[in-house]
């Protein structure tokens, strides 16, 4: 059966620090991953996408990479700052025409 | 503003009396889906609809009942709902075209007694 992984449920990280979060998949062909920040008790926001054929995407301070090889996507945040905390979901979405499934989430804590 | 509505926002109910949440959106999308969010589970798909008149079960749609009969409106019925359908629930709709961003709700909080 698919699938996802988000290895370490938490990750804390000092302000001004790189935060750099794994999305690990298997069972999966997708054409696309997607990353969305939750915070408590409010609805997942779409970040970024990035495609198959994409190695890395980038929007601002947040950088994206997608290894189709190893079935795995780095999210990166640089500079971070304490508003950068909440959870983070990945979602490899499959082929056209089907549901999107969502990893469990990194709940990140960016101290000051 | 291109959103998804959901109402109510907070339910407290008991054991096996209907309940029905709604949930609409303004950006004319196909696709809308429902998941339910509990600690250590994450988000779990209930059902989801590529079009008006087409649902589809996701990965945990026992005791709940979706229809879609207009392209905005996609509510979720618990018939009889069970405290083990306690949860913070969440609308989401996305464009077929694009396949890109899902767009999702303000949640919906549910206790049930």
């Known amino acids: 059966s698919q699938k996802i992984e988000q290895n370490s449920e938490a990750l804390n990280i000092q302000e001004g620090k790189t935060a750099t979060l794994t999305c690990n998949y298997t069972?999966?062909?997708?054409?696309?991953l997607q990353w969305y920040r939750q915070d408590p008790g409010r609805g997942p926001v779409f970040l970024l996408l990035?495609?198959?054929?994409?190695k890395e995407k980038r929007k601002e301070r947040l950088k994206v990479t997608f290894d189709t090889t190893l079935k795995q996507s780095l999210f990166h945040i640089t500079a971070s700052q304490p508003a950068d905390s909440a959870t983070y979901l990945c979602?490899?979405?499959?082929?056209?025409?089907?549901?999107?499934?969502f990893g469990k989430g990194t709940t990140l804590s960016v101290s000051s | 503003e291109a959103q998804v509505t959901q109402n109510p926002r907070y339910l407290i109910t008991v054991t096996g009396k209907k309940l029905t949440v709604t949930c609409s959106q303004n950006?004319?999308?196909?696709?809308m889906s429902w998941y339910r969010q509990d600690p250590g589970l994450g988000l779990r798909q209930i059902y989801y609809?590529?079009?008006?008149?087409?649902?589809d079960k996701g990965d945990v749609p026992e005791g709940y009942k979706v229809s879609r009969k207009e392209k905005r409106n996609f509510p979720l019925i618990l018939e009889s709902p069970s405290p083990n359908q306690t949860s913070l629930y969440f609308c989401?709709?996305?464009?077929?075209?694009?396949?890109?961003?899902?767009?999702f709700g303000p949640g919906t909080r549910l206790l049930v007694l």
């Open positions: 979602a490899p979405s499959p082929r056209a025409g089907t549901a999107l499934i």
């Open positions: 069972n999966y062909s997708p054409a696309y």
């Open positions: 990035i495609r198959e054929n994409e």
């Open positions: 950006m004319n999308h196909e696709y």
């Open positions: 609809s590529m079009n008006v008149e087409v649902t």
């Open positions: 989401a709709s996305m464009s077929l075209s694009t396949e890109e961003t899902q767009y």
